[in-house]
């Protein structure tokens, strides 16, 4: 592997959530790999789970890690070509990224849409900078438009939990107050229409996702009809993609929270969701408390997905 930033670099499904569940038996078999080699995270936004699960799957992997956020002790950077640097971002990405790429073997990269121009958010300006000018193999922690590395803990832990072979698999909307990236939801759909589930978007009208993420998957506008019969619940909130509204709140309908009510629709299915999450707004406290929520091992497989494809990027470097 020589990047990972979206499903088709992990090539097989089946074959990456074998060998996800192999890691999962032994996380210290491979120790040896990461030996005298090092990753840099570099975090243009904020996290909990993606920094901390990242780093233990390097270490488990014998790695060194070093961890920059841009916005505590870094100079800003501009990410545009062809201005006149007079602002307040005293080094461009374009020295930055290599002299980066100059410390280390690997670089993880955090870079969320800035909701200011659509093309630049899906053209991944931050990320691809990265891919080209760093000389290094570059996994995203979440980018502009998906969050890879949650997808396939996503993907692991629904094969963890199925009763079926094919499970009915539902992305819902739910209500926030800030206006949050699609990179979250446009992701999970591109997994999950990677698998041969029965996958099911449901959101308010105008919260459409880009067409080329919504994919095979069903969309059905009326939540509860969405419900019926799941075997899953993937809670999320996203701000609109379609013009003109890009990157705005549309609704904050609390009808659209996920509670004991609408889950009792379902096939007694587990409730997932990536967290952060808001409680009240996103989901109850009941639903999120009781036994078919798999939130805590959903985060846990964060390490798994991480050291998959650590493990795959170091295999590659060494070869
Ligand atoms: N789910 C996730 O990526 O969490 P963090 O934002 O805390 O890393």
């Not at 789970?49 to 800003?76: E, F, H, P, Y």
């Not at 990224?97 to 849409?113: K, L, N």
């Not at 993907?155 to 939990?161: V, Y």
Request: glycine share 4%; aromatic share 10%.
């Amino acid at each position: 592997m020589k990047h990972f930033t979206n499903v088709k670099d992990i090539g097989d499904l089946s074959a990456a959530v074998a060998e996800a569940l192999e890691v999962k038996r032994d996380r210290y078999a491979f120790t040896h790999l990461g030996r005298n080699k090092t990753l840099v995270m570099i975090f243009f936004n904020s996290s909990l789970r993606t920094r901390l699960s990242t780093q233990k799957a390097a270490q488990n992997l014998g790695m060194n890690v070093m961890v920059l956020d841009i916005a505590q002790g870094a100079w800003k950077l501009e990410t545009e070509r062809g201005v006149i640097m007079d602002g307040d971002r005293p080094e461009h990405l374009l020295e930055a990224v290599p002299v980066i790429g100059s410390y280390c073997d690997v670089i993880g990269v955090r870079s969320f849409a800035q909701f200011e121009s659509k093309a630049d958010d899906y053209g991944e300006r931050v990320l691809t900078q990265f891919i080209e000018h760093s000389g290094r193999p570059v996994v995203s922690m979440e980018a502009a438009t998906r969050h890879p590395l949650q997808s396939f803990a996503d993907l692991i832990t629904i094969e963890e939990h199925k009763r079926t072979a094919r499970p009915k698999v539902v992305l819902t909307w739910a209500p926030h107050p800030r206006a949050l990236p699609q990179a979250v939801p446009n992701s999970f759909a591109e997994w999950m229409n990677a698998t041969d589930y029965d996958f099911v978007i449901t959101h308010p009208e105008g919260y459409e996702l880009a067409p080329e993420f919504v994919g095979s998957a069903r969309v059905e506008y009326d939540q509860r009809r969405a419900f019926e019969g799941a075997d899953f619940i993937y809670a999320k909130n996203w701000a609109a993609y379609s013009d003109p509204n890009y990157g705005r709140i549309l609704s904050t309908d609390r009808a659209w929270t996920v509670d004991a009510e609408k889950m009792a629709l379902t096939n007694d299915a587990f409730f997932m969701h990536c967290l952060p999450v808001r409680r009240g707004m996103i989901v109850t406290d009941e639903v999120i408390e009781s036994p078919r929520s798999i939130v805590i091992p959903e985060a846990a497989n964060r390490e798994i997905s991480a050291q998959v494809v650590l493990k795959r990027i170091l295999l590659s470097i060494k070869n």
